[in-house]
C-alpha cells in the first residue's frame, strides 16, 4: 500500500556531501518514525538516524556532527544530508517508515560511495 522511493545517492570523494532523500507514494503516511540504515558489503545494516513524528531525531555515533535527518510532511518526504563523507560510509542506504501499528517499510536502496 505504502511505497518508498529513494534518491540522491552516487559517488563522491572524501570530504564531499550528498542529500539522500525518500518520499512516499499515495495517500499520506501517517508514522511514527522514518529514519535511514546502511549496509556495507559484509556487514550487517545499521541504523543510521531516525526521526519521529514529533520532530525528535537520534544519530548513530559514527555520523553525529556530519548526518542531519529532516522532513516536509507536506511532501511525504524525509532528507538525509550527509557532509564530510569518509571512505567508510560507503554502503547501501535503506529509507524506513514505521507506522502507527509499528509496521516497518523499506525502499529498495540507493548506493553512495566515497572515495578516498
Known amino acids: 500500500q505504502v511505497q518508498l522511493v529513494e534518491s540522491g545517492g552516487g559517488l563522491v570523494q572524501a570530504g564531499g556531501s550528498l542529500r539522500l532523500s525518500c518520499a512516499a507514494s499515495?495517500?499520506?503516511?501517517?508514522?511514527?518514525?522514518r529514519g535511514w540504515y546502511r549496509q556495507a558489503p559484509g556487514k550487517q545494516r545499521e541504523l543510521v538516524a531516525t526521526i519521529t513524528r514529533s520532530g525528535t531525531t537520534n544519530y548513530a555515533d559514527s555520523v553525529k556532527g556530519r548526518f542531519t535527518i529532516s522532513r516536509d510532511n507536506a511532501k511525504n518526504t524525509v532528507y538525509l544530508q550527509m557532509n564530510s563523507l569518509k571512505p567508510e560510509d560507503t554502503a547501501v542506504y535503506y529509507c524506513?517508515?514505521?507506522?502507527?501499528?509499528?509496521?516497518?517499510?523499506w525502499g529498495q536502496g540507493t548506493q553512495v560511495t566515497v572515495s578516498s
Open positions: 524506513n517508515n514505521q507506522d502507527l501499528r509499528f509496521r516497518d517499510y
Open positions: 499515495g495517500s499520506i503516511f501517517v508514522f511514527n518514525a
